[in-house]
């Protein structure tokens, strides 16, 4: 089967331990339902986040994400078919910060804007490759 894979953006509202955590149960209960992978890097200032399955389902997720009032200004990054899964293992993996990738400072000067689908894709496969 195909796989869409989506990367997006946004700005964290109300950010704290308590609400990441609900987060997270929430997206892993339903991404087990619907068969979507992934992984979501978080900091106060942003999530960055990577969901892949069958497309469908992967459309459906982003457009409940999008609803969300847990953040803001949702902006999608990479949206393209790929040859497979890179997180099949995980329902939504926690990566704790955006080690590989930017710095607050950079994100605050338009660091996200600049990254092309290339590069977000590549933020993701580290991740995966760190965590197999
Ligand atoms: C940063 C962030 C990441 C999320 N990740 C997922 C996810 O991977 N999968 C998912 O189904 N919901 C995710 N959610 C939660 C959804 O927005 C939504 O609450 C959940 O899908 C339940 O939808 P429902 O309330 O319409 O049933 C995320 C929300 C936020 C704010």
């Not at 894979?5 to 609400?19: A, H, K, R, W």
């Not at 910060?97 to 496969?125: C, I, M, N, Y």
Request: proline fraction near 4%; charged fraction near 25%.
């Amino acid at each position: 089967m195909s796989v869409t894979q989506i990367v997006y953006s946004s700005t964290p509202f109300g950010y704290d331990e308590n609400l990441l955590s609900g987060l997270l149960l929430d997206a892993r209960r339903c991404n087990r339902r619907d068969g979507v992978t992934g992984a979501l890097v978080c900091r106060r200032d942003v999530y960055l986040q990577y969901l892949e399955g069958e497309d469908g389902a992967v459309r459906n997720t982003l457009d409940r994400i999008k609803k969300d009032d847990r953040h803001v200004d949702v902006m999608l990054r990479l949206d393209a078919p790929a040859p497979s899964r890179m997180f099949g293992d995980w329902a939504m993996l926690h990566d704790p910060a955006l080690s590989v990738a930017w710095t607050e400072d950079q994100v605050t000067s338009g660091a996200l804007e600049q990254a092309g689908p290339d590069h977000f894709r590549a933020v993701f496969k580290a991740i995966a490759q760190r965590t197999s």
